[in-house]
């Protein structure tokens, strides 16, 4: 038995969950100018401690919207919207990771109700993914509780390692993005989905595994 880690954004699907998720909130009369001035004020606060890794980190648009309101919106989005995103060859590498009786995660930084969602209807059991700021049931324009991204992925995954009694060299982990490679150098099969440039100079120099689409066949002159 293993612990199999999935990326979500790039890797599970195609594309950046959250960037769909605000659009649809925009559509369903969930984002108002209280979201976005809470929005813009969390950037200029906190763009001189958290640098270029600000605006990742910033989830004021869920200010003032409740919990359970966002998780129901959650739910219809991935239904109506991420599943036919997904991109085929890593499903099917989970689903051998689930037939195999492997424990299999969802690691993102995407929110947690859209990884929830997704996990729900992959039948995945282990999700960790950003825990937004909240009290009494709303959501606050604070910086996430959790956020599973760049070297934070790493330990995370270590902490929940240790707590279900694998060794790292027991971890199969994906990723999309150079922002993965902390984690994955640190695992026993380390595999890289459609990876970004970056990635895939790291990847070929170390000889991990990569799964992506062939390269389009050239175009033939007349």
């Known amino acids: 038995m293993k612990l199999a880690v999935f990326d979500i954004d790039g890797t599970l699907i195609r594309g950046g969950s959250e960037r769909?998720?605000?659009r649809y909130l925009v559509a369903r009369g969930r984002q108002g100018p209280r979201q976005?001035?809470?929005f813009l004020l969390?950037?200029?606060?906190?763009?001189?401690?958290?640098?270029?890794?600000?605006?990742?980190?910033n989830k004021a648009y869920?200010?003032?919207?409740?919990?359970?309101?966002?998780?129901?919106?959650?739910?219809?989005?991935?239904?109506?919207?991420?599943?036919?995103?997904?991109?085929g060859?890593?499903?099917?590498r989970?689903?051998?990771?689930?037939?195999?009786?492997?424990v299999v995660v969802l690691m993102s930084g995407t929110l947690h109700p859209i990884a929830r969602a997704l996990a729900d209807h992959l039948g995945v059991d282990y999700v960790c993914a950003t825990i937004t700021?909240?009290?009494?049931?709303?959501?606050?324009?604070?910086?996430?509780?959790?956020?599973?991204?760049d070297a934070a992925k790493l330990n995370l995954v270590s902490r929940l390692a240790a707590e279900l009694r694998f060794d790292l060299r027991q971890v199969t982990a994906y990723g999309d993005s150079k922002r993965d490679v902390?984690?994955?150098a640190a695992v026993g099969e380390p595999v890289a989905v459609q990876p970004d440039s970056k990635l895939l100079e790291v990847a070929l120099e170390r000889d991990w595994e990569i799964i992506q689409d062939p390269a389009p066949a050239p175009a033939l002159s007349r």
Not at 65 to 87: G, K, P, S, T
Not at 134 to 140: K, P, Y
Request: charged letters at 20%; hydrophobic letters at 45%; aromatic letters at 12%.
């Open 20 to 22: 769909l998720f605000w």
């Open 36 to 38: 976005i001035f809470a």
């Open 42 to 57: 969390f950037m200029i606060r906190y763009l001189p401690i958290g640098g270029i890794h600000t605006p990742r980190k």
């Open 62 to 87: 869920l200010c003032g919207l409740e919990v359970d309101d966002v998780a129901v919106l959650a739910r219809d989005f991935v239904a109506e919207n991420l599943i036919h995103r997904l991109y």
């Open 89 to 92: 060859p890593a499903v099917q």
């Open 94 to 102: 989970l689903r051998q990771h689930q037939n195999r009786g492997d």
């Open 133 to 149: 700021s909240q009290r009494n049931g709303v959501f606050l324009a604070q910086p996430p509780e959790m956020h599973p991204y």
């Open 182 to 184: 902390f984690l994955l």
